[in-house]
């Protein structure tokens, strides 16, 4: 069984700080790009960070740079998503998705890679 698993999500006041986990079962992601996403009620999902499959590459979304930090863990199946200075626009379902990728394209991801179900992210005082 292949599946990727989101976990850390919670409700956290505006300035406050959260660290989400992709975790991956069945399979590494030794070969892949990971990638963070988000969907705020009634909005487009949009891309928040990606990290390709050596950690050596890196893309933020401009409205989090200097806030989220995206990182590899050790063991080789889990990513991490630190977010720092949160405000009530990051609320939304973040989702992570893994993919093979090149440079190119890196941060997209489709309906054919390996997505998580997501998990909630509220800010709000």
């Known amino acids: 069984q292949l599946q990727l698993v989101e976990s850390g999500g919670g409700l956290v006041e505006p300035g406050g700080s959260l660290r989400l986990t992709c975790e991956a079962s069945g399979f590494t992601l030794d070969y892949y790009t990971i990638g963070w996403f988000r969907q705020a009620p009634g909005k487009e999902r949009e891309g928040v960070s990606c990290i390709d499959s050596s950690g050596g590459r890196i893309n933020y979304a401009d409205s989090v740079k200097g806030r989220f930090t995206i990182s590899r863990g050790n063991a080789k199946n889990t990513v991490y998503l630190q977010m720092n200075s949160l405000k009530p626009e990051d609320t939304a379902v973040y989702y992570c998705?893994?993919?093979?990728?090149?440079?190119?394209?890196?941060?997209?991801?489709?309906?054919?890679?390996?997505w998580g179900r997501g998990t909630q992210v509220t800010v709000s005082s």
């Open positions: 998705a893994a993919g093979l990728k090149t440079v190119e394209t890196m941060c997209l991801m489709t309906a054919e890679d390996f």
